[in-house]
């Protein structure tokens, strides 16, 4: 049976580099680099730098 | 023997739970005193006059009255167990349940009260003015705040400082993260990716 076709775009976590444990979810096309972007952390209440989350293999 | 009137006079007046009682756990002032007597005097006079006062006066009325005797003689040799309080099994190293449980304490020790026999009770937390000790003892004290007590806490509050911490130092290392990450064009060449 073939396989399922992969959708074109991912799902991809953005961890606050802030250490608090908080995230913000987006999507970005699959073959696109792993997104990073300044945003802003509400638990420091500060603009941090948050990076893509490294997938896990399922 | 000067007390011995008193305690027939008892014996009589008290009810029958209360006389169960005491017949089954005889006071244990009045069984100590009995050993004393025993092992000061050792002989079978001694030995004669009834472990209780209590048993031996109902005992006269009761047909019965070996079948009494033989336990309490077997309650004089055997060390003292308090039915109010829990004993340990020392083979089995568990805990057993006191014989009546806290209701059937505070029936006791109420109906002791009111017949005025509640010295001869042993020892019950339910005993009038025992909370009142406990509450003046442990005052408002909250529990595992004292000595050599800890509080274990929640997952969260014992992990908090180390958390904090953490923060603390990435926050402190966060204007030199975005000048570098600046530099390699917006996380281009960027390698350390979180897990």
Known sequence: MAKKAKSRTVMVRLLSMA??????????????????MLKYDPIVRKKVLFLEQKRGGK | MDIRPQHVQLATALPKRLL???????????????SAAETHASAPPAASLDTP???S?????????????????????RPYRNPFQPTKNFATGKWNSPVFGLRRQADIVKLAQKHGVVDLLPYTIKLPGERE????????????????ERVKGKAWERTLKGRLE???NAMLA???MIEDWKQRGHGRGWKKWPK
């Open chain 2, 57 to 77: 006066s109902t005992s006269s009325a009761d047909p019965n009255a070996p079948t009494i005797e033989t336990p309490s003689a077997a309650l004089a040799e």
């Open chain 2, 20 to 34: 169960d009682f005491f017949r089954k756990y005889p006071p244990p002032a009045l069984t100590q005193g009995l």
């Open chain 2, 53 to 55: 006062a209590l048993a």
């Open chain 2, 166 to 168: 953490e923060r603390r």
């Open chain 2, 174 to 176: 966060m204007p030199q």
């Open chain 2, 133 to 148: 000790k406990r509450r003046i003892e442990r005052g408002l004290r909250v529990k595992g705040t004292g000595v050599g």
């Open chain 1, 19 to 36: 250490m608090t444990g908080y995230f913000r979810s987006m999507m970005r096309p699959r073959q696109h680099r792993p997104l990073s």
